[in-house]
């Protein structure tokens, strides 16, 4: 399906909807749950039977009549299918029909004419467009995305502006999100949450190794395609590790998801890196076997407060969804870790904890925290001067005698096996 050109322009309703446009507003309708096929269809049949008494009324009109819509409702699906009937022309694409619009663009489902296969095109809301940071922003988001390429990311295709509209194409891809399984209070089974979850990772390591941060890990961005993949969405907030200019710009903001923002990016931190990545995704694993968020709150403002908030407890989510095991459990609270220097280090220790699991094995990785005594040592650990409490000096003194412990008992049993093996071999 194609936009119609100016030529040959679709008929028109009473409302000034085109034919067209009026199939999309079905569709979204439909989409949206405001109405049942059923229902849409008897508004058009009677429709089409005053058409036939020369009697012309649009069908949010009839819909609203028929109280199966109500009129704030009706306004506002006007109002949005006016704004798809705005013509968006770029050369090489054949605009099909909206998708969804978010806090920085339109998305249209497109064709591209060259190679004849459908794309998504993002194109920057007209307000921001008047403004060069916002086109700044919009084009640099591009421009990461493109530095991407990885079966478990949406892929940049082109970039650019014509007649003062900056689009941005991308992989069309067909499929639902995380979001929309938990908005129908479903669970995820925990190896199926795995799996997904671990396809995520495998994306992060991909864009860890190329020196960025996605910074907006949630449920809505992660899409499970039609034939089973996984996709990492929407590069709106992503950046460049090593850019500090970017990172001084944005001091003291907190970017992200208030539900599923990591602690250094409610404080602002200018030094945000991988591990916030991993701590957000660790929000979203949780809720998608719990159904719940990790941190609740009456305000965005509480929830962040929580996630930094070293007195909030945390529930374990084997604790509440008991079919758990405590591996997914460790796991979890490791990605989940308050102080980052307790999370994986990265995408791929993660993914080996993983693929831990669904093995039916304990993480190898989770709750050891092998590097933990070694830091120590080379005094990387926050002391007094840094602001340290005498209670968190004296729970990280419990953690390191606790190590010390298990460090003297395995070097015991190493001795005792030393000395059976000598005796044998004396014995021979």
């Given at each position: 399906?194609?936009?119609?050109?100016?030529?040959?322009?679709?008929?028109?309703?009473?409302?000034?909807?085109?034919s067209?446009?009026?199939f999309?507003?079905e569709?979204?309708?439909?989409?949206?749950?405001?109405?049942?096929a059923?229902?849409?269809?008897?508004?058009?049949?009677?429709?089409?039977?005053?058409?036939?008494?020369?009697?012309?009324?649009?069908?949010?009109?009839?819909?609203?009549?028929?109280?199966?819509?109500?009129?704030?409702?009706?306004?506002?699906?006007?109002?949005?299918?006016?704004?798809?009937?705005?013509?968006?022309?770029?050369?090489?694409?054949?605009v099909?029909?909206?998708?969804?619009?978010?806090?920085?663009?339109v998305?249209?489902?497109?064709?591209?004419?060259?190679?004849?296969?459908?794309?998504?095109?993002?194109?920057?809301?007209?307000?921001?467009?008047?403004?060069?940071?916002?086109?700044?922003?919009?084009d640099?988001?591009?421009?990461i995305?493109?530095k991407?390429?990885?079966?478990?990311?949406?892929?940049?295709?082109?970039?650019?502006?014509?007649?003062?509209?900056?689009?941005?194409?991308?992989?069309?891809?067909?499929?639902?999100t995380?979001?929309?399984?938990?908005?129908?209070?479903?669970?995820?089974?925990?190896?199926?949450a795995?799996?997904?979850?671990m396809?995520?990772?495998e994306?992060l390591?991909?864009?860890?190794?190329?020196?960025?941060?996605?910074?907006?890990i949630?449920?809505?961005?992660?899409?499970?395609?039609?034939?089973?993949?996984?996709?990492?969405?929407?590069?709106?907030?992503?950046?460049?590790?090593?850019?500090?200019?970017?990172?001084?710009?944005?001091?003291?903001?907190?970017?992200?998801?208030?539900?599923y923002i990591?602690?250094?990016?409610?404080?602002?931190?200018?030094d945000?890196d991988?591990?916030?990545?991993?701590?957000?995704?660790g929000a979203?694993?949780?809720?998608?076997?719990?159904?719940?968020?990790?941190?609740?709150g009456?305000?965005?403002?509480e929830?962040?407060?929580?996630?930094?908030?070293k007195?909030?407890?945390?529930?374990?989510p084997?604790?509440?969804?008991?079919?758990?095991?405590?591996?997914?459990?460790?796991?979890v609270?490791t990605m989940?870790?308050?102080?980052?220097?307790?999370?994986?280090r990265?995408?791929?220790?993660l993914i080996?904890?993983?693929?831990?699991?669904?093995?039916?094995?304990?993480?190898?990785?989770?709750g050891?925290?092998?590097?933990?005594?070694?830091?120590?040592?080379?005094?990387?650990?926050?002391?007094?001067?840094?602001?340290i409490?005498?209670a968190?000096?004296?729970?990280?003194?419990?953690?390191?005698?606790?190590?010390?412990?298990?460090?003297?008992?395995?070097?015991?049993?190493?001795?005792?096996?030393v000395?059976?093996?000598v005796v044998?071999?004396?014995?021979?």
């Amino acid at each position: 399906m194609a936009t119609t050109t100016e030529s040959n322009p679709p008929a028109k309703d009473s409302k000034g909807l085109s034919s067209l446009n009026e199939f999309n507003l079905e569709k979204s309708i439909l989409r949206r749950g405001l109405a049942t096929a059923a229902e849409i269809d008897a508004c058009k049949a009677h429709k089409a039977k005053l058409a036939s008494k020369d009697e012309s009324k649009g069908l949010l009109e009839i819909m609203v009549e028929a109280r199966v819509l109500t009129k704030s409702q009706s306004m506002r699906l006007l109002k949005e299918a006016g704004e798809a009937n705005r013509r968006v022309e770029i050369p090489g694409y054949q605009v099909i029909e909206k998708l969804g619009k978010g806090s920085m663009g339109v998305v249209y489902k497109a064709r591209q004419t060259s190679v004849d296969r459908i794309v998504a095109v993002k194109i920057l809301l007209d307000a921001l467009a008047q403004n060069k940071e916002f086109i700044k922003r919009f084009d640099r988001e591009a421009k990461i995305a493109a530095k991407l390429s990885h079966n478990n990311v949406v892929n940049a295709i082109d970039a650019g502006d014509v007649n003062g509209l900056h689009y941005f194409v991308m992989e069309y891809v067909e499929g639902g999100t995380i979001k929309d399984v938990l908005d129908k209070n479903e669970v995820f089974e925990e190896k199926m949450a795995i799996r997904i979850v671990m396809a995520v990772a495998e994306a992060l390591a991909h864009a860890h190794q190329r020196g960025l941060i996605h910074r907006d890990i949630k449920p809505e961005n992660v899409i499970l395609t039609k034939d089973g993949n996984v996709k990492l969405a929407d590069l709106g907030l992503a950046r460049l590790t090593a850019d500090e200019k970017w990172a001084m710009s944005e001091a003291g903001m907190a970017i992200g998801t208030p539900y599923y923002i990591s602690p250094e990016q409610v404080r602002g931190q200018v030094d945000v890196d991988i591990r916030a990545d991993i701590y957000s995704l660790g929000a979203t694993l949780y809720h998608m076997v719990t159904g719940q968020v990790p941190y609740g709150g009456e305000t965005a403002q509480e929830v962040m407060r929580k996630h930094v908030d070293k007195n909030t407890p945390f529930v374990p989510p084997d604790h509440l969804n008991t079919k758990l095991s405590s591996g997914l459990g460790v796991v979890v609270e490791t990605m989940m870790a308050k102080n980052r220097e307790n999370r994986y280090r990265n995408p791929d220790d993660l993914i080996l904890d993983l693929k831990c699991l669904l093995q039916g094995e304990s993480p190898m990785i989770a709750g050891q925290k092998p590097d933990d005594l070694a830091t120590l040592a080379e005094g990387d650990v926050e002391d007094t001067s840094r602001g340290i409490s005498e209670a968190q000096l004296i729970e990280v003194a419990g953690y390191v005698n606790g190590k010390q412990s298990v460090i003297v008992a395995l070097a015991a049993i190493l001795a005792l096996s030393v000395i059976t093996n000598v005796v044998v071999l004396a014995t021979r």
